[in-house]
């Protein structure tokens, strides 16, 4: 799938709901303290690019070459020592891990203190399946 998302590079760069948000601001918010993150999924790299504005040490990963994350790997395969990060976080992404167990795993295993996920709302069976039409990399919904 991730020639679908490097095919996505410009939409995930340039649409308002991935680019900004109050979602954004709270997450810099909660890595008040944190000198280093990794965000995993990046897309777009509007996580990465608001921490290193915090002044972060960041390292974004991504599966897509496509979106010229610092490091390409899945979520549920993370290459990095355990406690490398003080801060993981993941944005808007879960809904497309084939795993999401084993990735929020893979997120606790390479934070040194805290993670964040963040993702989109379970509605019905029936949006799962609309959404699985609209866009096959969707596997599910868990919030």
């Given at each position: ?16 709901e ?34 290193r ?32 990060f ?52 969707h596997?599910?919904s868990?919030?």
């Amino acid at each position: 799938m991730s020639d679908v998302w490097s095919g996505r590079v410009e939409a995930y760069r340039n649409v308002p709901e991935q680019r900004e948000g109050e979602d954004l601001d709270r997450i810099v918010e909660w890595a008040e303290g944190a000198e280093s993150a990794l965000d995993v999924a990046t897309g777009g790299g509007h996580v990465a690019r608001r921490l290193r504005e915090a002044g972060l040490r960041v390292v974004s990963s991504d599966p897509a070459p496509g979106m010229q994350p610092d490091v390409i790997c899945r979520a549920e395969d993370l290459p990095f020592a355990d406690g490398s990060f003080d801060l993981v976080v993941t944005r808007i992404a879960p809904h497309h891990f084939d795993d999401v167990a084993a990735a929020v795993a893979e997120l606790a295993r390479v934070s040194g203190d805290l993670v964040l996920v963040e993702d989109t709302l379970y509605v019905s069976e029936q949006v799962e399946e609309a959404e699985k039409l609209r866009d096959p990399t969707h596997v599910r919904s868990y919030s």
